[in-house]
């Protein structure tokens, strides 16, 4: 089975304050996303990454900055973390975007 | 710009009843087309998926696609308890195509 995991589980923050999320996969994918997750809705992207030290901006990039250092490690930067951003964060990993993503845990973020 | 849309946003069904799950996307040049389950207060985790036209059954489930009619569907045999979830649709493609996620479908079935 595919290993993805993140770190921390949950964090709370407060208001203007840097947070960084990370995520580590062992599945040799070359494909790595963020999403975010409001409670009951779906999954929107914020940045993915098919190549270390390479990020792309997804469909929400505003408030956020991603790092791919390496294949295994992709991290997700709110460098001024705001209310608006309090919510479920998914790292996901895949081949490529015509396989299936392997997800998470998922940290739950509350900004304060 | 690739749209996604599932419907109906939420389902109530009762036990051993078919359930029917629909997913419509904008882009004709789409390669992968996919299910997803998330559990309360899990990761989700997929399902089944296709890439040509017509169905595929995997067990008490079915997913169909029309790319023709940008269409694709998951059907649910036998329903149970387990199965409800938020359902998400899945639409992708190869390179730098942009995978993208519908809003869900919440589904709940009732003993």
């Known amino acids: 089975e595919a290993a993805v995991t993140q770190s921390p589980r949950s964090k709370v923050a407060v208001t203007g304050g840097k947070v960084t999320l990370s995520c580590h996969q062992t599945?040799?994918?070359?494909?790595m996303y963020w999403y975010r997750q409001d409670t009951g809705h779906g999954l929107r992207l914020i940045h993915y990454?098919?190549?270390?030290?390479?990020?792309e901006k997804g469909d929400i990039p505003d408030g956020y900055k991603a790092s791919r250092p390496s294949q295994e490690n992709f991290s997700l930067i709110l460098e001024l973390a705001s209310l608006s951003q309090t919510a479920v964060y998914f790292c996901?990993?895949?081949?490529?975007?015509?396989?299936?993503?392997?997800f998470g845990p998922g940290t739950r973020l509350t900004v304060l | 710009q690739q749209k996604v849309q599932q419907s109906p946003e939420s389902l109530i069904v009762p036990e051993g009843a078919m359930t029917s799950l629909n997913c419509t996307f904008s882009?004709?040049?789409?390669?992968?087309f996919a299910w997803y389950r998330q559990h309360s207060g899990k990761a989700p985790k997929a399902l089944m998926s296709?890439?040509?036209?017509g169905e595929k059954e995997e067990g008490r489930f079915t997913i169909h696609l029309n790319k023709a009619s940008l269409h694709f569907s998951l059907h649910i045999r036998d329903s149970q308890p387990s199965d409800s979830a938020l359902y998400l649709c899945?639409?992708?493609?190869?390179?730098?195509?942009?995978?993208?996620f519908g809003a869900g479908t919440r589904l709940k079935v009732i003993a």
């Open positions: 296709i890439f040509s036209n």
């Open positions: 599945n040799n994918h070359d494909y």
């Open positions: 996901a990993s895949s081949w490529d975007n015509s396989y299936e993503q392997y």
């Open positions: 899945a639409v992708g493609g190869t390179g730098n195509y942009k995978y993208v």
């Open positions: 882009d004709s040049a789409s390669q992968y």
């Open positions: 990454s098919y190549v270390a030290d390479s990020t």
